[in-house]
């Protein structure tokens, strides 16, 4: 179902969208057929163009006027208005349309683009830290920027309330910005001050808090932000978990690739303990805990019983003859309980897009604790290592990679770990 809608007045700017909402791991589409009736439902993102942007104001208007009205659905938590990062085009008659199809809804607009060196201090932008008329946009003889002023951009064929926050403010915090929007949510538009993306996600945030409804206006980051909270309020999935519980050089290495490439937290899991049922429970409970306790800040948590030298290995075979408990047994309780802490973690948190095992034992044992009747696979990603998903059971249709412990080269578990999170299908 389609959550985003996103109106952009060039086809670049709607690819260059849609690429962003991709990197936090959602279903995004630009369209490019005019005569598409209905949204993709296997969206999470749509992205028309209205290719307006050298247009006069008044048919600029017309086309984003009529798109808006065409596609807005009750379905729909966020609409974005795409503006050019150089804030070149028709950015008031096109958010005046916009609005207009949503009932004078407020627009609340971040211009700033970090990552591409655009930023706004005091209403006054910069790029690559020249103010804008004095860079290529602002010569553009066609369709250029008329102010290095953001406000008198959207002045120039706009005639709304607008209302400028300032950087002093931005500092200022999340709550200070959720009231300065409540207190001008009577206005027709907000415009932010940005210089990094922090101050951008603090401004989503700020917004959502609110709980108004608003039209996202901005280059991409903001309206980024915007949706990774949407999500994460609600069910949209961002993150992953990778269980591993096979002792090999092998996989440390691939373990030792994927902790380079993700913003990741490790849960060190005891092994010894969850070869005693009494201790077992308390171990399980711990590692819930603390996973769920870190997935705010991160996008892969690491379950595992694998030390970070293969000198740590246990010796089940001692074990084995200490305990008067077999090889295989000792080994299926570590796989048993490995999968409870990750079966309780993905249960509770809607924001996981999938799971990743290391270890057929572990991979079994992950599937029985969902209460699956196995993996629907859909690719394989390298050889021996297969992409799918759960059937059936309490988590269906969850996506799953799965691997042995001897299998694949140095990155295949960074491999896997991108295919859970940025792939749609």
């Known amino acids: 179902m389609t959550r985003v809608l996103i109106i952009a007045d060039d086809l670049t700017g709607a690819n260059a969208n849609c690429a962003l909402m991709k990197t936090i791991g959602l279903r995004a589409a630009s369209m490019t057929a005019s005569n598409v009736d209905t949204l993709p439902q296997k969206m999470d993102v749509v992205a028309f163009t209205t290719d307006s942007r050298a247009m006069s104001k008044e048919s600029a208007y017309k086309r984003v006027n009529k798109k808006v009205n065409k596609y807005k659905t009750d379905s729909i938590e966020l609409y974005s208005k795409r503006i050019d990062s150089t804030l070149r085009g028709n950015l008031g008659s096109e958010l005046k349309a916009y609005q207009d199809a949503l009932d004078g809804r407020l627009a609340i607009c971040v211009p700033a683009f970090p990552d591409s060196k655009r930023i706004v201090i005091n209403d006054y932008m910069y790029v690559n830290g020249i103010p804008l008329m004095n860079t290529d946009a602002g010569k553009d003889s066609k369709i250029s920027a008329v102010s290095n002023y953001v406000t008198e951009n959207f002045k120039k064929d706009y005639d709304g309330d607008i209302v400028h926050i300032s950087i002093d403010d931005i500092e200022k915090g999340v709550g200070h910005l959720e009231e300065i929007i409540r207190e001008n949510k009577d206005v027709d538009l907000l415009i932010f001050d940005a210089i990094t993306n922090e101050q951008i996600s603090h401004i989503a945030e ?29 069910s949209i999935s961002t993150k992953a978990i990778a269980v591993i519980g096979s002792v090999t050089q092998v996989t440390i290495k691939q373990m030792q690739e ?13 092994p010894i303990k969850l070869m005693d049922i009494d201790s077992a429970i308390a171990e399980i409970d711990k590692a819930v805990g603390e996973s769920r306790k870190h997935l705010d800040e991160h996008d892969l948590i690491i379950i595992t019983t694998t030390p970070d030298k293969i000198e740590g290995r246990l010796n089940l075979k001692q074990i084995s003859e200490e305990t008067n408990i077999t090889i295989d047994d000792l080994s299926l309780m570590i796989s048993r309980g490995l999968a409870k802490i990750t079966k309780d973690v993905v249960i509770s948190e809607p924001s996981i897009s999938g799971i990743f095992s290391s270890g057929g034992d572990v991979t079994v044992a992950v599937i029985e604790e969902l209460m699956s009747d196995g993996i629907e696979i859909r690719e394989e990603i390298q050889p021996l290592v297969a992409y799918g998903r759960v059937i059936n059971g309490i988590k269906p249709d969850l996506k799953i990679v799965s691997k042995g412990g001897m299998v694949g080269n140095d990155v295949v578990m960074a491999e896997c770990i991108q295919r859970i999170l940025n792939e749609g299908e």
């Open 258 to 270: 994927l902790k380079k490439r993700f913003n990741y937290y490790k849960v060190n899991v005891d």
């Open 206 to 234: 700020a917004s959502i808090a609110t709980g108004i409804d608003f039209i996202s206006v901005d280059p991409g980051p903001f309206t980024k932000e915007v949706t990774k909270l949407l999500y994460k309020s609600h």
